[in-house]
């Protein structure tokens, strides 16, 4: 996916984009500075590691910190989806989009991150993970934050594979 379509899919400006990109936020595998006159195109899993830094940078996380949270993440979707064979073909971080359950990124006060989705087969309806320390990426059980910020990872996976209904 070229850093055009991956703009016009999440609706946000190009020169945004090319802001994140230009600072060398780039996600594993991308050129930092491709030859004259080339595109940079993404593979699915880059594109989708891209468009949580750019979510989060639009709703006011810095760049750097947007980073952090894409990565930390791409490991606790991924023991969750994978480790825990709750939803095992649903990866969005190796370009495997296709979801039938709720998948969300909470990021409590800029200091803690978990994952909550509706995939835990003990449980009926949404379950979340307890809180994780973004800097240190340790467990913070006793975390009460203020202010959450909520990603749909699941609805953001759907824009990556064009799904009309996000529009």
Do not use: C
């Not at 910190?65 to 490991?75: K, N």
């Not at 979707?77 to 939803?87: D, F």
């Amino acid at each position: 996916m070229r850093v055009g379509e991956l703009a016009e899919r999440l609706q946000i400006p190009y020169r945004d984009i090319r802001y994140v990109l230009e600072q060398g936020v780039l996600p594993a595998g991308v050129e930092e500075s491709p030859g004259r006159g080339e595109h940079r195109d993404l593979d699915a899993a880059q594109s989708f590691w891209l468009a949580i830094v750019l979510m989060l940078k639009r709703n006011g996380v810095r760049v750097p910190d947007a980073q952090r949270i894409a990565d930390l993440a791409r490991h606790g979707l991924r023991g969750t989806t994978q480790n825990l064979n709750w939803e095992y073909p649903f990866d969005p971080f190796r370009g495997r989009f296709e979801t039938t359950n709720q998948w969300f990124l909470d990021i409590g006060d800029l200091q803690y991150i978990r994952v909550v989705t509706t995939a835990n087969p003990s449980v009926q309806g949404l379950y979340a993970f307890p809180w994780v320390v973004i800097a240190t990426r340790k467990s913070a059980e006793n975390a009460t934050p203020i202010v959450t910020l909520r990603l749909d990872l699941s609805g953001l996976a759907r824009m990556m594979i064009g799904d009309a209904a996000t529009d």
